[in-house]
């Protein structure tokens, strides 16, 4: 298999929070602007706050209908391939030409999304692996020029932070499973065993050399 026929890139980070993600107070004391906006999934029982960045955003997620939920996540189950969902890292395949990914997936469709879509969400290996999910290309977040016209502009924080650079998975007490070793491989996200179980997000490439440790609350650090 060619591995060079696929070109993932890190889109969004999904967090699950509280109900109506009160751990946005948080984010909000170091600088960021929270949108207004709350993204509602019909079909998955969840909606969303979201702090947008010019090539990324984060989602803080809650479950709006537990029932819903569940029964969307069933296959997972049936399967055995649900991680952890504290965290769910989204991808995008910016060179996608319909080969099947180097590691096993599961498809996972829903109704909010266009007729016959779906993402592909990675098996797990382990519970304490964060979700990686691959999007469909209509669902990329720099995808979508219209939408970013509108969307971009809320990408104005107080901190200054502007870009995401890298992003980091921390993590100890298990093996890396095959999507992580593939993303490892061609440094699309960086791994680091024996600290802990969190995702660093650096952003800017760390010149003020500054870091939000925000792993209680969301299981992520950030740095910028």
Not at 28 to 34: L, T
Not at 105 to 118: A, L, R, V
């Amino acid at each position: 298999m060619n591995i060079t026929s696929h070109q993932l890139r890190p889109d969004h980070i999904n967090i699950i929070v509280k109900e109506n993600a009160p751990e946005a107070e948080r984010l909000k004391e170091n600088g960021f602007f929270i949108s207004d906006i709350i993204s509602r999934h019909p079909g998955l029982g969840t909606r969303a706050k979201l702090i947008y960045f010019q090539n990324f955003y984060i989602g803080l997620l809650w479950i709006e209908d537990e029932n819903i939920f569940m029964k969307s996540m069933l296959p997972l189950y049936k399967n055995r391939r649900l991680p952890n969902m504290k965290t769910g890292m989204a991808l995008y395949d910016k060179k996608y030409n319909g080969s099947e990914l180097p590691f096993k997936t599961i498809n996972y469709c829903c109704e909010w999304m266009e007729p016959g879509s779906c993402f592909k969400i990675a098996e797990a290996g382990s519970k304490s692996a964060p979700l990686y999910f691959i999007l469909p290309g209509y669902m990329a977040f720099n995808s979508d020029k219209t939408k970013n016209k509108i969307i971009k502009p809320l990408a104005n924080h107080e901190n200054k932070i502007k870009k995401l650079s890298n992003v980091k998975v921390f993590f100890e007490g298990r093996e890396l499973n095959n999507a992580e070793k593939y993303l490892k491989q061609l440094s699309i996200i960086d791994y680091e065993s024996g600290k802990g179980n969190y995702i660093e997000l650096e952003f800017d490439y760390n010149k003020k050399g500054k870091e939000i440790n925000l792993i209680k609350e969301l299981s992520v650090k950030i740095k910028y």
